[in-house]
């Protein structure tokens, strides 16, 4: 995820908590958030498709390094699940399937079949998507009307309930879960279960990486913002580990960490167990990096995994 540099970027890294619009994709907001902040190095913390709306976690600068060691990947979703419908994107971007002609759910039977998706399920990802088979986008395989065989994964739904709308065929459906779950295909799916087939015909993100709805900024705002108001809304990168332990450094360990070096849990005063990743703060009480416990000649340790802040 994002853009690989070798260069450091002059401004400071941190996190920016966007809310997407819907009808742009997630590549289009990291590039104006790049040019915004004039920085090299911008990723995402998952991406929303162009349909969505709602949090869309930036990594600016040394942030982007983050990616691959997010501690918590629990989101939070408010979808409009349309009953009667098929399409070959799950959603109602796409084209026309299949068009129930029969007798809708009630909610009852509706919320009965939600309730069933909570838990521990299997996912086949949608054709749609940006997962790669053999170095190529699934999304760019559908293009070209090519439909692969695609393995099931495991999610995780915490939690999903419904509630009807003015509308006969549409649910408003709230659900928490793992990172990885599509919601078009959970709502396809709810549609299969029914009988009368489904599609998502909204999706708003609400809760990623910790960070909620409430923390963001319209890309508007962030335009119109001084660059002096701009760094002010960066959201430190330690947020994005916010449910791990923590280890402060002394000056002599902190150097020593910085080099490579492992750092004795003996000589720190800590009981981190082993294989457990923990944030490092230095001497300054400043973040700097991630380490992780382990054994280093029979003695625990805490090694490095990424330093952040030099």
């Not at 086949?124 to 090519?146: F, H």
């Not at 708003?204 to 960070?211: T, V, W």
């Not at 902190?254 to 849990?265: N, T, W």
């Given at each position: 995820m994002g853009v690989k540099h070798t260069e450091i970027d002059n401004l400071p890294g941190g996190i920016i908590a966007v809310n997407k619009?819907?009808?742009?994709?997630?590549?289009?907001?990291?590039?104006?958030?790049?040019?915004?902040?004039?920085?090299?190095?911008?990723?995402h913390a998952g991406t929303l498709d162009p349909l969505a709306e709602g949090v869309l976690v930036v990594l600016v600068g040394r942030?982007?390094?983050?990616?691959?060691?997010?501690?918590?990947?629990?989101?939070?979703y408010t979808a409009t699940l349309r009953l009667g419908l098929t399409t070959d994107t799950e959603d109602i971007t796409g084209e026309l399937l299949s068009k129930h002609d029969g007798r809708l759910p009630t909610f009852d039977e509706v919320a009965k079949v939600c309730e069933g998706f909570c838990g521990k399920i299997m996912q086949?990802?949608?054709?749609?998507?940006?997962?790669?088979?053999?170095?190529?986008?699934?999304?760019?395989?559908?293009?070209?009307?090519?439909v692969i065989d695609r393995q099931a994964r495991e999610i995780e739904v915490f939690s999903i309930s419904c509630r009807p709308t003015d509308m006969e065929s549409?649910?408003?459906?709230?659900?928490?879960?793992?990172?990885?779950?599509?919601?078009?295909?959970?709502?396809?799916?709810?549609?299969?279960?029914l009988g009368c087939g489904g599609v998502m015909a909204s999706l708003?993100?609400?809760?990623?990486?910790?960070?909620s709805l409430n923390e963001t900024y319209a890309l508007n705002e962030i335009e119109e913002m001084s660059e002096e108001r701009r760094q002010a809304i960066l959201i430190p990168t330690e947020r994005l580990f916010d449910d791990l332990a923590s280890v402060r450094l002394p000056e002599f360990f902190?150097?020593?960490?910085?080099?490579?070096?492992?750092?004795?849990?003996s000589k720190i005063k800590t009981s981190?167990?082993?294989?457990?990743?923990?944030?490092?703060?230095?001497?300054?009480?400043?973040?700097f990096a991630l380490g992780r416990a382990c054994e280093h000649d029979g003695e625990s340790v805490i090694k490095s995994i990424k330093i952040f802040k030099l």
């Open positions: 619009p819907s009808g742009i994709s997630s590549h289009d907001v990291v590039n104006k958030i790049r040019r915004l902040y004039n920085a090299k190095r911008v990723g942030a982007a390094k983050a990616c691959e060691y997010i501690s918590s990947d629990k989101k939070a086949t990802p949608p054709m749609y998507s940006a997962l790669k088979v053999n170095g190529q986008k699934l999304y760019d395989l559908a293009r070209q009307g090519v549409d649910y408003i459906i709230s659900v928490e879960c793992s990172g990885g779950t599509y919601i078009r295909t959970l709502c396809a799916d709810i549609g299969s279960a708003r993100r609400d809760e990623a990486c910790g960070i902190e150097k020593l960490f910085r080099s490579g070096c492992p750092v004795y849990q981190i167990l082993s294989g457990r990743a923990v944030k490092v703060y230095g001497s300054d009480g400043e973040f």
